[in-house]
């Protein structure tokens, strides 16, 4: 071998250790510049309220391969991120209020639980939108805002099935029969309603009752009618019956009267005790005697 020829084969050398050296430097380099990116950008996400983002990016840069610097900070951060995340734990019932877990939960649209297991589940804090979903079942939609550093927050549904499959067909009790042949429960509002036939008794008294005012006010004006005349014509001498017929009308306004009350106040017990009635004004009949009468007045209260 030559000079010219050694002296190559020591520059060759030379140059391969030279990038073995640089490859580490190199690389160390590219992990630093990667460590301080993640430092940043967890440091943004933080901020921004993205704290289980923020913890994987603070979890990136607190690597052995990151600077001990970085690594310090990135530690801190991410304790503190790790205290301010906020959990939540899941669950569901059906119609009967037993435990389901086969329901999937998305959190604004993304998939948060394939399954209800019990367990707590991390979120980012702020307004949200739980859809509970499961099948067979109508889905629920909860509105609910989160807090930073809530932790163990118990978040429940109640699913129900659609109601297109509740209807079913009429039974004779007048609930609906379900497609697997159980019975379903009236509706609340069905069953708050009460049978047409047990108005007939209140509208029957209420007629005897305003039949009962017709009459007392014909007799009554009547009997005036001709008390006016007899004082003017013939009193104090007036024909006995003359005075008789008189008294005869004053007699049969009255009862008519009391018939007309009594038929007015059975009405309005028999609407009170026929039921269940929405919003039913209470009522209340009040009789007080008078110089050759009485008189009755009806109050309500709406």
């Known amino acids: 071998m030559n000079q010219r020829t050694a002296r190559r084969s020591l520059v060759a050398a030379a140059a391969v250790a030279a990038l073995a050296c640089l490859q580490p430097a190199r690389a160390r380099a590219a992990d630093a510049e990667a ?38 900070d990135c530690a801190g951060w991410l304790s503190d991120v790790t205290a301010r995340v906020p959990t939540l734990i899941l669950s569901a019932q059906d119609e009967q209020g037993q435990d389901v877990a086969d329901v999937q939960v998305t959190l604004d649209g993304a998939r948060l639980a394939a399954r209800l297991d019990g367990k707590a589940v991390e979120v980012d804090p702020g307004e949200h939108v739980l859809r509970f979903e499961r099948a067979g079942s109508a889905p629920v939609a909860l509105r609910l805002v989160v807090r930073e550093g809530e932790k163990l927050r118990r978040v429940s549904a109640r699913l129900a099935r659609p109601a297109t499959a509740r209807a079913g067909a009429a039974t004779p009790g007048g609930g609906a029969v379900a497609p697997g042949g159980g019975a379903i429960a009236p509706r609340e509002d069905e069953a708050a309603s009460p049978p047409a036939s047990s108005l007939l008794l209140p509208i029957a008294l209420g007629g005897v009752a305003a039949a009962g005012g017709v009459a007392y006010a014909a007799l009554g004006l009547s009997a005036r009618a001709d008390a006016d005349r007899l004082r003017t014509t013939c009193a104090p001498r007036c024909a006995e019956a003359d005075v008789d017929a008189v008294r005869t009308k004053v007699i049969a306004a009255n009862v008519a009267f009391g018939v007309g009350v009594a038929a007015l106040g059975g009405a309005v017990a028999a609407l009170l005790l026929r039921g269940p009635m929405p919003a039913a004004p209470a009522a209340a009949v009040h009789v007080v005697p008078l110089p050759g009468g009485v008189a009755a007045a009806l109050g309500a209260r709406f």
């Not at 430092?39 to 840069?61: M, T, V, Y």
């Not at 607190?62 to 001990?68: I, Q």
């Open 35 to 72: 460590c301080f990116t993640a430092s940043e950008e967890g440091q943004r996400l933080r901020d921004d309220g993205h704290l289980r983002d923020a913890r994987a990016r603070f979890i990136a840069c607190g690597a052995a391969a990151c600077p001990a610097l970085v690594r310090s």
